[in-house]
C-alpha cells in the first residue's frame, strides 16, 4: 500500500491506522529477521506513539501514517546512532526538523533503518549492527547507505521512509530495490539534526514505493529553516499538482558520458528503452555533454572525507555515545605521563568505536586537509566541483531533464566488493556529480534484470527544478508497470 | 645595542547577550553547563547559526581600528582534539579575516605612534576544563564554548615592553569606548599572548621570536617582555642562539620558562566551514556602523588638548575612559573651568576608582554634584578638603553633596552678619590678646580666630574670620588712639 493510498482510505474512514500499523510490525516480524531493514523496532512505543497521534496529533497530510526514518536523522529520546558503534546509546534531545514537519502533519516516526556506518558505503554492509539484504534476492546487497529504507519500503516493512544522500546514497538503494528515491536540491530540506557525513553534500529525502509519495513527502520536509544556514530561502511549490501533467515537448538529455565501458549492458538497454518511452510521450531527445565527469569520483572523495574526518572528529568518547573502558580517567595537563591518559582514552575509543570504512575515511579526509596536501587535493576538488556545476547549469540550458542510468550495474551480492573499497566508490559513479553539483535527482524503477533484479533511471534537473522532475517522472510512472511489481518476499 | 620587537595577539570577548552560533547565555560567572544547548555542546546533527550581532560588533572593532574589511564573512574549522572543545575543531575564521591592515595610535611622549593591526578576525571560544586534585579525573565546563572572540593581531610595531602595555590600554580604551567587550582580564574576557625578539637596534631583519603565554594582567605582559628582553639579549652577547618556543611567564619566580613542547608541529588542517556558507558584507550596514562608531580616544584627546587648552597628559588620563571623558564634558559645559574639572576628574574620580578598584564605569557620578562642589569651594563654603571628603561620600550615599551639605550644616559661615557678632563677642572676651596684637604679636590674631572657630563649631570661614577680625581690631585701635 502507498501513502496515498493510505491516506485516502483513513481519511475516507475505511481504514483503522491502528490496524495498519499492526499488519506492518507482524509483517516487520516475520522478515526483518531476515532482511534486518530495521536495526531495532519496538512494537510497544510504536503502538503507544500512535495512539498518542490520534488522540492529540494534528490531522495533517500523514495523520496516523507511520514513516521509516534513517538511523542519522534525530529523533528526541529515540537511540540515533548511524549503525556505528561509536554512538552506543545516544539519544539526542532534540527532533531533527524534517521529524517536526512529519509530526506536525500527524504522521508517526519509527526509527533506526539500517544504513552503512554514518552512510560510508554503498551496500549497508557497513553497519556495525549487520548487513541489510536485498528483498529481490537475499543474497545481495540493497545497496546504501540507505539501504534499510530502500529494503523496508520495497519489502513492504514500510510505508515511505526517510534517506539521506551524500553521493547518491538515497537513489542508489532505490535502484537496487525498485523503488522511487529522491535527491532534493542542496538546501531544500533542512539538515538540523541529520548527523553529518559531508555538510556541503548531505540531502535529506524520501524514499517511497512511487512518484506521488514522493512529492507528498518532499512537500512536507522542504522549506527554509532558521536553524540551518544552508537552506534556502526558496519557496516550496505545490509538488503533487505537478503531477499528471503532460510533459510534450519538453527535452530530455542524454550524457554521452554517462554510457561508457563498464556499465552493464542490461542497465543501458532498460535506460535506452525509458528514452524511447519518454520520446512516445512527446518529449525531445538531445544529446549533452557533462566533460567534467570522469573526475567527479575523485573529487567527490577528496571533498567528502575532508568533511567527514572534521565532522567525525566529535567522537571522541568525551561528551557522549562510546567510549572505551578504562577510558574514563583523564589526568590534568601537567601530570604524568604529559596527558597520556587522555589520548589513550582518544585512540583507543575511535579505533574501538570506528569500522573500517569510517576509519578509512577519516584517515583520507585528514591526509588531504594536511599541510602541504591541501592545494594538491582539496582545493583542486574544489576546483573540479565548480567545472562539474558549470557542466550542469550549461546542459540545463539545452535541456529540461537529464536521463542517465542511476547505477552501472543491478545489486551486486554482499561481500563482493566489501575488499575493493575502490570498486564500491564506482558504483556511486552516476550519482554522485548531482551532490557536487548540489541539483536535484530522481531515480525509479525502468526495469529489470534477466535475474529478476531492478534496474533504476536517473533523472536529473536544475537547481530547484523538483516540480520538473516529478513531472517526467510520474508521467513515465504512468506509462509503465515496473513501480507495481514487488518482490516475492512481500507477497508472501 | 639590541632592540625588542613586539607583537601582541588579543582575544577579546564579545559582550554580546548571546552566544557566536546560538542563542545560550554567554555571560560569566553562571553555574557549570547551565548554559549550554546541543548547539554548543556540539551534539551530532546540529548546525551554527551567525550571531548577527557578534557579526556586526566585531566590524566596529574593524572601522576603530581602520582596518580593511573583508568583502565576504567566510568560517573555517581549526582543527585539534581537546576535551573544552566540543566538536574538536573551532569555527573561526582563517584566509579571510573579518578584516585586515588596520593601526591603532598610542601615546608616545607628547605625540602618537602607529601600531600596524594586522588582522582581526571571529572565532567561537572554547570550554574550560576544571581540575581537582583531590580526584582521578577532570570536569569540563561548556558555558564558555561558543562565546563570541575577536582575535586582534598586532603587527611587530612595538619595541618597548612599556609600548606593549600601551598598546593594551589603548586596545581597552577602545573597546570599552565601543561597548563591545568587558575586557576584564581576570575574567578571561581579554587575553593576551606576547611575540618577542630581539636583533641589533635599528636593524632590518628579525630575530627569531618566542611566544609568551599565561599573561594575566598588563603589569604581567610588561613584566614578562622586560624578562624576556634581558634574556635574549643576554643570550645573544653571550653568542648563544634563541630558541623558537612557547614559553609561560611564572607570577612567583618573575620569570618565564620553556612550555612543554608539544608532540610534533601542530597541522590545523583548517578549511571552509560547510554549515556556514560565504555572505557578503553589505556596504549599508558598513556605512551604519561607521555612522554608529562614538569619538574614539585619540580623536578626544586631540580635541581635548586644543579646545580645551589641557596638557597631552591630562587629555590621555581623561579620555582614557569613555565614562570619565563624558563626564568631564559634560561638567565643563555646566562649569566653564577645565583644568580644575580635570584636575577633579583625575584626583577626584580616578583616585576613589583607584582606591577601590573599580572602573570608571561602575561608580555612578552626576556631574551636578561635581559642579556644586566646585561652587561650594569657590564661593568659600566649603574647603577643598572638605570636598574631597564630601564627594566620597557624595558617590557612596549617591546624594548630591549640596543636600549634604545643607542636611548636615555642614557648610561655612560666610555670612558677616553671622560672623560679626561672634568676633565681637571674642575681642570683649580676650583684652589681653588684644593688646598683645596690638603690639605686633601675631600668635595673638591667630589665638582670637580659634576662639572665633570654637564659638561657631568649626563652621567660620577661617579666612573671613581673619579679615573680621583685623578689621575689627583696626577699629577699635582707631577709636583708642582717636
Known amino acids: ?492 | 645595542m639590541h632592540e625588542p620587537v613586539i607583537g601582541l595577539e588579543v582575544h577579546v570577548q564579545l559582550a554580546t547577550e548571546s552566544k557566536l552560533f546560538c542563542g545560550c547565555p554567554a555571560a560569566f560567572g553562571a553555574l557549570p553547563n547551565s548554559q549550554t544547548c546541543p548547539v554548543c555542546l556540539g551534539l551530532p546533527g546540529v548546525l551554527p547559526v551567525l550571531n548577527q550581532r557578534a557579526f556586526e560588533w566585531g566590524i566596529k572593532v574593524a572601522l576603530a581600528f581602520d582596518c580593511e574589511l573583508a568583502d565576504s564573512m567566510k568560517f573555517d574549522r581549526k582543527q585539534y582534539y581537546y576535551p573544552d572543545l566540543p566538536k574538536n575543531y573551532q569555527i573561526s575564521q582563517y584566509d579571510r579575516p573579518l578584516a585586515r591592515a588596520g593601526h591603532l595610535d598610542i601615546p608616545a611622549g607628547e605625540g602618537t605612534k602607529r601600531i600596524g593591526i594586522t588582522r582581526v578576525h571571529m572565532e567561537e571560544d572554547a570550554g574550560k576544563l576544571l581540575h581537582d586534585p583531590q580526584q582521578p579525573h577532570s570536569y569540563v565546563d561548556f558555558n564558555r564554548a561558543g562565546v563570541p572572540l575577536l582575535e586582534i593581531v598586532s603587527e611587530p610595531d612595538l619595541r618597548s615592553p612599556e609600548e606593549a602595555y600601551q598598546y593594551l590600554v589603548e586596545l581597552k580604551s577602545v573597546l570599552r569606548y565601543l561597548d563591545v567587550s568587558t575586557c576584564n582580564m581576570e575574567e578571561g574576557s581579554l587575553r593576551c599572548d606576547a611575540n618577542i625578539s630581539v636583533r641589533p637596534a635599528g636593524g632590518a631583519a628579525l630575530g627569531t621570536k618566542v611566544e609568551i603565554k599565561n599573561l594575566n594582567s598588563f603589569k604581567f605582559v610588561r613584566a614578562a617582555l622586560e624578562f624576556e628582553a634581558v634574556r635574549q639579549t643576554g643570550a645573544l652577547k653571550e653568542g648563544w642562539r634563541i630558541v623558537q618556543e612557547t614559553r609561560l611567564w611564572n607570577t612567583k619566580t618573575q620569570h618565564t620558562e620553556p612550555m612543554r613542547s608539544k608532540e610534533g608541529a601542530s597541522d590545523y588542517r583548517y578549511f571552509p566551514e560547510p554549515d556556514l556558507v560565504p555572505f557578503g558584507i553589505e556596504r549599508s550596514v558598513v556605512d551604519r556602523l561607521r555612522r554608529e562608531l562614538p569619538e574614539l580616544p585619540a580623536q578626544r584627546r586631540a580635541r581635548y588638548t586644543a579646545q580645551y587648552g589641557l596638557s597631552a597628559y591630562d587629555a590621555h588620563v581623561l579620555t582614557q575612559h569613555r565614562r570619565i571623558a563624558e563626564l568631564f564634558e559634560q561638567t565643563v559645559s555646566l562649569y566653564a573651568k577645565p583644568k580644575p574639572v580635570a584636575n577633579w576628574m583625575m584626583g577626584g574620580l580616578l583616585a576613589y576608582c583607584n582606591a577601590k578598584g573599580k572602573e570608571p564605569d561602575e561608580v555612578a557620578v552626576q556631574p551636578a554634584w561635581l559642579v556644586h562642589l566646585l561652587q561650594a569651594v569657590d564661593a568659600g563654603t566649603i574647603s577643598g578638603t572638605m570636598a574631597k571628603e564630601l564627594f566620597v561620600e557624595a558617590i557612596e550615599q549617591q546624594q548630591d553633596p549640596q543636600q549634604i551639605i545643607a542636611a548636615r550644616g555642614l557648610s561655612q559661615i560666610v555670612d558677616d552678619g553671622v560672623l560679626g557678632p561672634i568676633a565681637d563677642a571674642v575681642i570683649a572676651e580676650h583684652p589681653k590678646s588684644v593688646q598683645d596684637y596690638r603690639k605686633g604679636k601675631h600668635n595673638a590674631l591667630m589665638f582670637l580666630v580659634g576662639q572665633c572657630m570654637r564659638r561657631s563649631e568649626g563652621k567660620a570661614n577661617p579666612t573671613q574670620v581673619t579679615e573680621l577680625l583685623k578689621q575689627k581690631l583696626h577699629q577699635q585701635g582707631q577709636e583708642v588712639t582717636g
Not at chain 1, 583507543?348 to 568505536?353: D, F, I
Not at chain 1, 569510517?358 to 565548480?386: D, F
Not at chain 1, 567545472?387 to 546542459?395: H, S, V
Request: some cysteine; glycine content about 8%; hydrophobic content about 40%.
Open chain 1, 1 to 492: 500500500m502507498t501513502i496515498h493510498e493510505l491516506r485516502a482510505a483513513i481519511e475516507g474512514g475505511r481504514c483503522d491506522p491502528r490496524q495498519v500499523l499492526d499488519e506492518l510490525l507482524e509483517r516487520i516480524a516475520q522478515h526483518n529477521p531476515r532482511l534486518h531493514a530495521y536495526i531495532r523496532v519496538e512494537p510497544e512505543r510504536l503502538r503507544a506513539a500512535l495512539q498518542e497521534r490520534l488522540q492529540r496529533g494534528p490531522r495533517g497530510r500523514l495523520f496516523g501514517i507511520p514513516i521509516t526514518i534513517k538511523d542519522n536523522i534525530c529523533i528526541q529520546d529515540e537511540d540515533t546512532g548511524c549503525s556505528s558503534r561509536i554512538l552506543t546509546g545516544f539519544r539526542p534531545p532534540y527532533h531533527a526538523t524534517v521529524i517536526e514537519r512529519l509530526l506536525a502533519e500527524g504522521a508517526v516516526v519509527m526509527p533506526r533503518a539500517n544504513m552503512d556506518e554514518f552512510a560510508f558505503g554503498s551496500s549497508t554492509e557497513s553497519s556495525h549492527f549487520g548487513p541489510t539484504r536485498n528483498p529481490w534476492d537475499p543474497d545481495r546487497v540493497p545497496g546504501g547507505s540507505s539501504g534499510g529504507s530502500a529494503t523496508a519500503v520495497a519489502a513492504d516493512l514500510a510505508l515511505g521512509a526517510l534517506g539521506t544522500d551524500t553521493g547518491g546514497s538515497i537513489r542508489q538503494p532505490a535502484a537496487f530495490c525498485g523503488v522511487v528515491g529522491l535527491k532534493p536540491t542542496y538546501g531544500r530540506v533542512s539538515r538540523y539534526g541529520l548527523i553529518a557525513f559531508a555538510s556541503s553534500l548531505d540531502q535529506i529525502g524520501p524514499i517511497t514505493k512511487d512518484v506521488q509519495d514522493c512529492a507528498l513527502l518532499l512537500s512536507v520536509i522542504a522549506g527554509q529553516d532558521p536553524r540551518d544556514s544552508t537552506s534556502a530561502p526558496v519557496e516550496v511549490p505545490d509538488y503533487p499538482a505537478s503531477l499528471g501533467q503532460s510533459v510534450s515537448g519538453l527535452r530530455f538529455g542524454v550524457p554521452k558520458e554517462y554510457f561508457v565501458e563498464g556499465i552493464d549492458p542490461e542497465v543501458r538497454d532498460a535506460v535506452e528503452q525509458a528514452a524511447k518511452t519518454l520520446e512516445r510521450l512527446g518529449m525531445r531527445r538531445v544529446e549533452v555533454g557533462l566533460p567534467h565527469t570522469p573526475y567527479a569520483v575523485a573529487a567527490y572523495y577528496i571533498i567528502a572525507t575532508a568533511e567527514a574526518s572534521s565532522n567525525l572528529a566529535r567522537y571522541d568518547g568525551v561528551q557522549y555515545g562510546y567510549r572505551a573502558a578504562n577510558g574514563s580517567r583523564l589526568q590534568a595537563p601537567g601530570s604524568r605521563p604529559p596527558q597520556g591518559d587522555l589520548i589513550e582514552m582518544y585512540l583507543r575509543t575511535r579505533a574501538e568505536g570506528f569500522g573500517p570504512e569510517a576509519k578509512r575515511r577519516i584517515m583520507l579526509g585528514t591526509y588531504v586537509l594536511s599541510r602541504g596536501y591541501y592545494e594538491a587535493y582539496y582545493l583542486k576538488g574544489l576546483k573540479v566541483r565548480t567545472l562539474i556545476k558549470r557542466d550542469f547549469d550549461e546542459a540545463f540550458e539545452r535541456c529540461d531533464v537529464i536521463l542517465t542510468p542511476t547505477s552501472p550495474t543491478a545489486a551486486f551480492r554482499l561481500g563482493e566488493k566489501l575488499d575493493n573499497p575502490l570498486q564500491m566508490y564506482l558504483s556511486d559513479i552516476f550519482t554522485i556529480s548531482v551532490n557536487l553539483a548540489g541539483i536535484p535527482a530522481l531515480s525509479m524503477p525502468c526495469g529489470f534484470t534477466a535475474s529478476k533484479l531492478p534496474i533504476g533511471m536517473q533523472l536529473l534537473a536544475a537547481p530547484f527544478q523538483e516540480p520538473r522532475l516529478f513531472q517526467v517522472a510520474h508521467a513515465y510512472e504512468q506509462a509503465t508497470d515496473w513501480h507495481r511489481q514487488t518482490p516475492a518476499i512481500a507477497l508472501n
